[in-house]
């Protein structure tokens, strides 16, 4: 969806543009929910630009019912605008009848997976992969927290200093809650390179590495724009020597590379190269090796709203498939008595211990041991989800 709001007009002002964005995502989140509503009163549906206003003016009526006449006038007066008078007539005899019949959808209650999945905007095979995961009452969770406005968390890279806008996490976190209408007054702060805009899911896997190196050399790899790596300079004490944070060359190499150049980082190396060709007798052998793999994004559908409609069965298959070829070249740049971690931001289980018990099975895989692993789950842990595991390859 940024392709879209990259075509928003330079001249309006910031409320404006985050209103059409509120208004893109909101839309998007709830997509078969307003579909829902509106084919109920359609012989068939209009052509491509009527569809989209009534969806965007279903999504307004959803969010605010006090207000529907006022609501439906204004879409109908710009619909009238820009289209003809029957489309005119349409809109004002549908939006009238979706703003009854919103509220009654919303109060539906079911345990199949068909109805859920429109209840709750998300595709009928990935309800029904987590109902079978999960089970019921977890996956109803699950799907109203990716129906959520996502929050924002931030952490100071350096320099840090107490802002009302950032909220303590506590527990010795050293992740923020950003208060929400704050952006403005962290702005200046991002832009030089003090704070960093950031998950608390993000943090668990360098974490985790760090823990199980404590100094050395460490390995990075998919990991533009950066972030992890960041955390890593962050928090790593004077024994980590250096961080080579690799990826594919173009623009997401591009950005790490600034974002490096921002933060001030001193240890991080940006290395642009294909896993698949990177040599280890020409980069060396790591204490530590972080694989964050490409996965499904199914941890993080509350920010991406987007990303549940561009997965589907044959792609999460060729998912798994990359993820493992992933892990078992990743392997190869680790010491004999060094840390591998490999890492999704999804909570599908397949990608997670799926992976990892099937690599332990190998050939490649045979030197290690798995000593921990974390799952983040969502609606269960307030922040994004995420799979982590640590493995240890056999000493000399």
Known sequence: ???????????????????????????????????KALDEFLRRRPKPAVWASLLVASRELMENPDRSAKIVHHAVERIGKRFSKVEKGLANAVLRKVAQRLPELQDVVSSDAKDLAWRYSHPKWLVKRWLKQFGLEETIAFLKWNQEEAGLFARWQREPEELEALSPLGDGSPFFRVIPGSWQWIASYIEEGRLYVQNPAAGLAPQLLLDAVGSGRVLDLCAAPGGKGLFMESVAGEGIEEIVSVDLEGPRLERMKGNFERYRAKRLRALGADLFELDAASTGLFDGVLLDAPCSNSGVLQHKVDARWRQSPQGLEELLALQARLLAAASAFVKEGGALVYSTCSVDAEENEGIVSAFLQTEKGKPFALVESKLSLPWRDARDGAGVFLMRRAGP
């Open 1 to 35: 969806m940024s392709h879209l709001l990259e075509q928003m007009p330079t001249h309006w002002d910031a409320g404006t543009r985050r209103t059409c964005q509120s208004l893109l995502f909101g839309t998007v989140r709830h997509i078969r929910l307003l579909e």
